[in-house]
């Protein structure tokens, strides 16, 4: 039985605004409060941002005399569990760096850059993103809080559309490169305690379009561990 025309619709509709709906972002801050010269941590993260994703990465602290700072260099992967294939993916690189040490407050800033993927029976899209977070927050040597909020868009897309699409939907579908095809504000607040060589860490807040209009998903809720050495 073909499928009628209103289920097409639905289809496309649900397809194409995939690759939006699933990675509008899918980090933000990263699992750890803030490294010293010299260590390393290796982190593991996993709750719903978008959709229900889980994240590994690794992060050092490096010492950069020339600004007097100590600059958090990291690197992160993220799938979506509960995709049996690995074509829905993000990875991402950036650093943090503290901008204003006032004793008890501390703001930092981190910024990322992005190559994320979906691949669904319309299309495939890989997008290049961007991703800036602002954070204010108290980091104490068994604990921490602190706020985030940011920024995360989308800069440039590819789709490839597929066969099907072509075959059941719009046969002058061309694929190529898209500019500007998604931003995402978020704002919430993270906090963590170290057991020895272990972090734990737990974030939670909301999202927005650039528009200021909700998400499929408007909120966020991660937990995650980090181990240094």
Known sequence: MKPS?????VLVLVSSASFLSIFPSTAYAQAFSRLEAGQQTVTVETGLQAAVVTSVGYAAGL???AIHRTVM????ATLLPAHAD???YGARGGAQVSLLD???LDISTQLAVEVEGTDNVT???TALRSDVVLLIGHYARAWFVAGEG?????WLTYIKNSDWYRSNVYAGARDGWYGGTAGTLHGGAK???RLGSVEVVARAGVNKTETLTDLALPFYAMVGANYRF
């Open 102 to 104: 006032l004793g008890w």
């Open 123 to 125: 299309h495939r899209a």
């Open 150 to 154: 940011g920024f995360d868009r989308a």
């Open 5 to 9: 025309k209103l289920s097409l619709l």
């Open 191 to 193: 906090a963590g305690f």
């Open 73 to 76: 260099p990291f690197a992160q």
């Open 86 to 88: 690995l074509g829905d």
């Open 63 to 65: 010492r950069v005399p």
